[in-house]
C-alpha cells in the first residue's frame, strides 16, 4: 500500500500518510490511491478533516520523473485532478509537511486549506532545473498565496526556502520544533472549527504588483543563470499569466507550456543530466565505506591547495594545511581568510560561521603533524618528482591505515602508489578550481586501490556537497584528457581562418559557459604550456600541431594576469578583447605551417570541437577509464561547462544520431588525417544500430 490511512482524535481526522520510499514520488500508483483515500475520508461522515503527511524523511519530492513522456504520467487522477479535488473539498484539508516538499509535493500542499510544517524543512519548486516548469497548477497558486516577485524567485530560479522563510512569506501557517509536535498539531487543527472560507489558495487573486520591472530582471537573471535554456522564460510567461485572468485560465497556458517543455530536447537532456548524477554515485555493492574520516591533512596551501582546505572545513572537518615555507603558508592562508572574507560580505555566511570554519584549518610548516590524520590530499606543483617527494614523506610519516591522495589533473597515479608501501590507500582525487566551490570530483582508482576506500573517499565527498565520478587512471583521467583534442581542434581552426572570439562566440551561442581560448587566457596559458614543453619529446613528429599558443607565450601573453593572451585585457577589467597583433601572429604561423586560410562557418566550429569531445570519450569508454557514457557526461556538464540543456558530449551525440556523428568524423578524417580516426566504439555502436545510451 502506497498510502497509510488511520483514524485520530477520536476517528474525527483522517490521517493519510504516503509511502512511496525513498521520496514519495507522486507516482501514477500512488495518486489513484490516494485520490481514493481522500474520495473515502471525504464521503466518511464521521471524518472532520483530513491531515497529508508523508512517510519516511520526507513528506514529498514530487513527480516520478522517470514517468515522463509516458502514458503513466497522464493517467487519471492525475497530480492537478488529485489537487482539484483536494482544493474544491468541503472539509479542511491539511498538509503536514517535514523534510521536504519539492515540486509537485508542494504543488499539492498548495492545493490544500492549511500548511504546516516541521522545523528544518524545504519548501521549493524546482521543475525549471528539469527544463519544465510546475505543470500542476505551481505557477498559478503560488504567485497568489505569496506575491509574484517571490513566486519568481521559487519558480523561475529554482531555489528552495526554508520554513522561516516560508512561514513570514505566508506559504506555511505554522512551524513547530519537531515530528511529534507537528503531526500533532496538524491533526489539532484539522479537527478545530478553523473556517475554510478564504482558504482556498486557488479562488484568491494575485496581489497587486508594485513594480511592473520584476519580470524583465526575472527574464535578466535566468539568461545569466541558466544560459540557453528555455524553461526559465515560459515559467515567468506562466507567473505573468496568473496575473491575467482566472486559475482556469492560468493552468490553461500553464499545461500548454508544460507540455511544450516536456516533450522538448532540452527537458529530456537535463533529466538525462539529473539521471545521470545519481548513477554517477553508484559503487559497487562489495565496495564499503569502512574508515572514519575526521581530520585531513592537505599538502600545498596555493590554489587548489586552499580551497580543498576551505571545502573541508566547510564540511566539519578539522584541517591541517602543510606547506614547506613560511612564505607560500602566509599566502595561502591569507587567499583563505579573503575567501571566507568576501562570503561573509555577500551574507552567505555569519561572522561565527567564518570563526568557526577558519579555527578548523590548521596552518603548518611540519609534514609530521600530519602523523594523526585519517586522509592526506597532495595539492603541490605538477611534477612527477615532486609527488615522488611528498608521498615518500607521507608513507613514512603518516599512521599505516591513513589514505593518500592526489589532486594531480593528470599525472599517474599509479606511479605516486608505487612511491608508498601501501598501494591500496592511494588515489586521484582530482578537485576543480576553485575547489571550494566547484562540486564535481574525479576519483582516480589505481591498479591496485582498494573498492573500500573508493567508497571511503566517496563517502567524504557527499559530506562535502561534492558529486564524485570515478575514473581510471590515463594521461589527464576523462576531463582533461578530453579537453586536449577539444583544444587542439580550436587552435588547428585559427590557423584554419577563423579568429579567436569567432571560435568563442560559436561556442558560447552553443551554450557553453566560456569558449575554450577565453577559458585558456583565464587559467594561464604558461601552465599548459609549461606541460607542451615537458612532453615534447614525447610527441610524434608527423602529427600537425599548432603553435600558435606557444607564440603567444613566448612573447610573455600569459592571460588576464599579463593582460594579454589570445585577447588583450583593459587594466583592471577581465573584458576579452580582439587583438591585433594575435592576428597577425595566427595568420604568421598559419603561413609557416603552410595552412591556407579560408571562412570557417560556426556549424564547422562546433562540429569540429564536440565531435573531437564526442570520438575521445568514446576511446575512453572502450578502454575503462569511464564506467558509462552518462559519467562522462556528468563530468563535462559539472566541471567544463558543458550547456546541461544538451546533456553532455555523449548524450548530444545520440542526439544528433550516431551515424551523422560518425559520418561527420570521418569527412574530418578524410580532410585533417590520422588524429581524426574514428573510434573503434563509435563505428561498433553505429554499425550495431545502437546509441552512447545503450551501452
Not at 9 to 38: C, F, K, M, T, Y
Not at 142 to 158: D, F, K, N, W, Y
Not at 173 to 191: E, K
Not at 280 to 308: F, R
Request: aromatic fraction near 6%.
Amino acid at each position: 500500500m502506497l498510502i497509510h490511512t488511520e483514524r485520530t482524535e477520536a476517528g474525527q481526522v483522517a490521517l493519510l500518510r504516503l509511502r512511496n520510499p525513498p521520496v514519495n514520488s507522486l507516482s501514477a500508483a500512488l495518486r489513484a490511491e490516494l485520490h481514493d483515500a481522500i474520495s473515502d475520508a471525504l464521503a466518511d461522515p464521521h471524518v472532520r478533516a483530513l491531515v497529508l503527511a508523508g512517510d519516511g524523511d520526507f513528506f514529498c519530492c514530487g513527480a516520478e520523473i522517470r514517468e515522463f513522456n509516458t502514458p503513466m504520467s497522464t493517467r487519471e487522477p492525475t497530480l492537478r485532478s488529485l489537487i482539484a479535488l483536494i482544493e474544491g473539498a468541503s472539509k479542511p484539508v491539511v498538509a503536514a509537511i517535514h523534510g521536504a516538499a519539492l515540486g509537485g509535493g508542494l504543488e499539492l500542499a498548495l492545493g490544500c486549506h492549511f500548511r504546516v510544517a516541521r522545523e528544518g524543512a524545504s519548501l521549493g519548486l524546482p521543475e525549471v532545473k528539469l527544463g519544465v516548469l510546475p505543470g500542476a497548477g505551481g505557477t498559478q497558486r503560488l504567485p497568489r498565496l505569496v506575491g509574484v516577485e517571490r513566486a519568481l524567485t521559487m519558480i523561475a530560479q529554482g531555489d528552495a526556502i526554508d520554513t522561516a522563510k516560508a512561514l513570514d512569506w505566508g506559504l506555511l501557517d505554522a512551524v513547530f520544533a519537531d515530528d511529534l509536535v507537528h503531526r500533532a498539531a496538524a491533526v489539532a487543527l484539522a479537527a478545530s472549527d478553523a473556517p475554510l472560507a478564504g482558504r482556498n489558495v486557488g479562488a484568491r487573486q494575485v496581489p497587486a504588483l508594485s513594480d511592473p520591472g520584476v519580470y524583465e530582471r526575472a527574464r535578466e537573471q535566468a539568461a545569466r543563470r541558466y544560459r540557453g535554456c528555455v524553461a526559465p522564460l515560459a515559467c515567468i510567461a506562466c507567473v505573468e499569466a496568473a496575473t491575467h485572468g482566472t486559475l482556469e485560465d492560468g493552468l490553461a497556458v500553464e499545461r500548454e507550456r508544460f507540455l511544450e517543455l516536456v516533450n522538448g530536447s532540452q527537458s529530456k537532456a537535463q533529466r538525462h543530466v539529473f539521471f545521470a548524477e545519481r548513477a554517477a554515485v553508484k559503487l559497487p555493492k562489495d565496495w564499503t565505506a569502512t574508515a572514519a574520516i575526521n581530520t585531513v591533512g592537505v599538502v600545498g596551501a596555493g590554489t587548489m591547495g586552499g580551497g580543498i582546505a576551505m571545502s573541508l572545513a566547510n564540511a566539519g572537518l578539522d584541517v591541517v594545511l602543510v606547506e614547506r615555507d613560511a612564505q607560500a603558508l602566509e599566502r595561502g592562508w591569507s587567499a583563505i581568510r579573503k575567501n571566507y572574507a568576501a562570503t561573509a560580505a555577500k551574507g552567505k555566511l555569519t561572522a561565527a560561521q567564518v570563526h568557526e570554519r577558519q579555527a578548523r584549518i590548521r596552518p603548518s610548516l611540519v609534514m609530521d603533524d600530519l602523523r594523526n590524520a585519517d586522509l592526506v590530499i597532495e595539492a603541490a606543483f605538477e611534477d612527477m618528482d615532486v609527488k615522488r617527494q611528498i608521498f615518500t614523506a607521507l608513507d613514512a610519516v603518516c599512521k599505516p591505515q591513513a589514505i593518500l591522495a592526489s589532486n594531480t589533473s593528470r599525472l599517474d597515479i599509479d606511479a605516486m602508489a608505487g612511491f608508498t608501501r601501501r598501494p591500496a590507500q592511494v588515489l586521484g582525487m582530482h578537485f576543480f578550481s576553485p575547489a571550494n566551490v566547484m562540486r564535481l570530483l574525479e576519483v582516480v582508482k589505481g591498479r591496485q586501490t582498494d573498492g573500500n576506500v573508493v567508497a571511503t573517499v566517496f563517502r567524504l565527498a557527499r559530506r562535502m556537497g561534492k558529486l564524485p565520478v570515478l575514473v581510471g587512471v590515463c594521461d589527464g583521467f576523462v576531463g582533461n584528457r578530453m579537453v586536449s583534442p577539444y583544444t587542439r581542434e580550436a587552435h588547428f581552426l585559427l590557423e584554419e581562418g577563423a579568429s579567436p572570439s569567432q571560435v568563442d562566440g560559436a561556442l558560447q551561442r552553443f551554450g557553453l559557459a566560456m569558449g575554450p581560448l577565453r577559458m585558456a587566457d583565464m587559467a594561464g596559458l604558461d601552465i599548459s604550456w609549461a606541460f607542451r614543453k615537458r612532453t615534447a619529446s614525447t610527441r610524434p613528429a608527423h602529427l600537425r600541431y599548432s603553435r600558435v599558443a606557444d607564440s603567444l607565450c613566448e612573447q610573455g601573453r600569459f592571460g588576464q594576469k599579463t593582460g594579454s593572451g589570445f585577447y588583450r585585457y583593459a587594466s583592471g577589467s577581465r573584458e576579452p578583447l580582439e587583438d591585433p597583433q594575435v592576428l597577425a601572429l595566427i595568420e604568421a604561423c598559419a603561413r609557416q605551417d603552410g595552412i591556407a586560410r579560408r571562412d570557417i562557418t560556426e556549424e564547422e566550429i562546433v562540429q569540429r570541437t564536440m565531435y573531437a569531445l564526442v570520438n575521445e570519450g568514446a576511446r575512453i569508454l572502450e578502454e575503462g577509464i569511464a564506467r558509462r557514457a552518462s559519467d562522462i557526461d556528468v563530468i563535462y556538464v559539472n566541471g567544463y561547462g558543458f550547456p546541461a540543456h544538451r546533456g553532455g558530449p555523449l548524450f548530444y551525440a545520440d542526439q544528433q544520431g550516431l551515424p551523422n556523428v560518425l559520418a561527420t568524423i570521418r569527412g574530418f578524417h578524410d580532410q585533417h588525417g590520422e588524429l581524426w580516426q574514428p573510434a573503434p566504439l563509435l563505428e561498433r555502436l553505429v554499425a550495431q544500430g545502437k546509441r552512447f545510451a545503450d551501452l
